[in-house]
């Protein structure tokens, strides 16, 4: 049996979790000083719900992902991890920033307010003719294209800004 005889034991590879900014993901985990596969410490430190991508770098190397130090799931069997390497999980962000909405819908909400960006001032001018005949109001010319304006920025600021304070 061997003994330490008071040396200090060498620390195991590390494993480090950030996001795609380089921010850190939690605290850096010590894994033990024997070889471990990769396809056993993803499994005991990456979170399997998020997307990410996994690279292993020698001691000296720029702790950041690069084309020679990505490893493909596929080679997670097989590779090992010495105990003085780092593994960096990168965590890759889920995308859309909607909340949930799908993209047919986003689609849809864009397409239908450059339509009604488009149809604005002609849909004012109407409102005015049809409110002035009504009324038996004329307007001067100032007054009406103020109202104008008034009635083309509603139509286009309007919906949008009642959709975004009830999302």
């Known amino acids: 049996m061997r003994r330490n005889r008071g040396r200090p034991r060498k620390p195991g590879a590390t494993v480090v979790a950030r996001d795609v900014m380089g921010n850190p993901v939690g605290e850096p985990i010590r894994l033990g000083r ?19 991508m996994v690279s292993v770098h020698r001691p000296g190397e720029p702790v950041a992902p690069e084309d020679h130090t990505v490893v493909l799931r596929a080679a997670w069997a097989t590779r090992l991890v010495r105990p003085d390497e780092i593994v960096l999980i990168t965590y890759i962000p889920l995308g859309g ?17 450059l339509a009604l960006a488009v149809a604005a001032p002609y849909v004012a001018t109407g409102l005015l003719a049809s409110a002035s005949s009504a009324t038996g109001v004329m307007l001067s010319y100032n007054a009406f294209t103020a109202a104008h304006f008034g009635i083309s920025a509603g139509l286009v600021v309007g919906p949008t800004f009642t959709r975004e304070r009830t999302s």
């Open 34 to 52: 024997r070889r471990h596969t990769l396809a056993a410490v993803m499994a005991r430190c990456a979170d399997p719900r998020r997307p990410h």
């Open 97 to 113: 920033g909607a909340g949930g909405q799908n993209t047919a819908k986003q689609i849809g909400s864009a397409v239908a307010m």
